[in-house]
T-cell receptor
Framework: SQKIEQNSEALNIQEGKTATLTCNYT??????LQWYRQDPGRGPVFLLL?????KEKRKERLKVTFDTTLKQSLFHITASQPADSATYLC????????????FGAGTQVVVTP | KAGVTQTPRYLIKTRGQQVTLSCSPI?????VSWYQQTPGQGLQFLFE???????NKGNFPGRFSGRQFSNSRSEMNVSTLELGDSALYLC????????????FGPGTRLLVL
């Protein structure tokens, strides 16, 4: 079955630096991959979607890459700020339905001033 | 536009009881999905509804059920509650032709004692 792996260790980073998160998946060739942000006690918030035919996508200080050969996505937060502190989740569509999202466990990012 | 709303936000029940959670999607969104989030299992897909019909189902026992009304509002029910059902239950809505992008509500925190 499909497996999604994200680094379970928290990423501690200094303000202004670039945070890089990894999402690896196996046993699947998804048509797209998404990244969500989740703050404690709140629902995930959609950030970016990248399709299989796209190598890179940007939104403000966020950048996502998608390597379908390595089965990996990298998520970058440039010029990080304390307000970026949150858990970031990657999500792939279900093997039988796009509406059936499967999430990684998430990586917590802590940005210190 | 108002976001996804979920009621109640917090709930405490005892083993063996049943519970009903409610979700109102973003106006115009006709697809509603439900997820369970726990520290051990992460975010797991429960089911998806569209036009009052269950379109997808995750790997949960029959104690978990849901329904959708003609105004796209949805409810999920858990019968014969178990301690392991303690979780954050999240509802997400999406446009019919963009089901891959889901907008989550704040969730209902259920504690089973």
């Amino acid at each position: 079955s499909q497996k999604i792996e994200q680094n379970s260790e928290a990423l501690n980073i200094q303000e202004g630096k670039t945070a890089t998160l990894t999402c690896n998946y196996t046993n699947y060739s998804p048509a797209y991959l998404q990244w969500y942000r989740q703050d404690p006690g709140r629902g995930p918030v959609f950030l970016l979607l990248i399709r299989e035919n796209e190598k890179e996508k940007r939104k403000e200080r966020l950048k996502v890459t998608f390597d379908t050969t390595l089965k990996q996505s990298l998520f970058h937060i440039t010029a990080s700020q304390p307000a970026d502190s949150a858990t970031y989740l990657c999500a792939l569509p279900g093997t039988d339905s796009w509406g059936k999202l499967q999430f990684g466990a998430g990586t917590q990012v802590v940005v210190t001033p | 536009k108002a976001g996804v709303t979920q009621t109640p936000r917090y709930l405490i029940k005892t083993r063996g009881q049943q519970v009903t959670l409610s979700c109102s999607p973003i106006s115009g969104h006709r697809s509603v999905s439900w997820y369970q989030q726990t520290p051990g299992q992460g975010l797991q897909f429960l089911f998806e509804y569209f036009s009052e019909t269950q379109r997808n189902k995750g790997n949960f026992p029959g104690r978990f059920s849901g329904r959708q009304f003609s105004n796209s509002r949805s409810e999920m029910n858990v019968s014969t509650l178990e301690l392991g059902d303690s979780a954050l239950y999240l509802c997400a809505s999406s446009l019919v032709d963009r089901v891959e992008t889901q907008y989550f509500g704040p969730g209902t925190r259920l504690l089973v004692l």
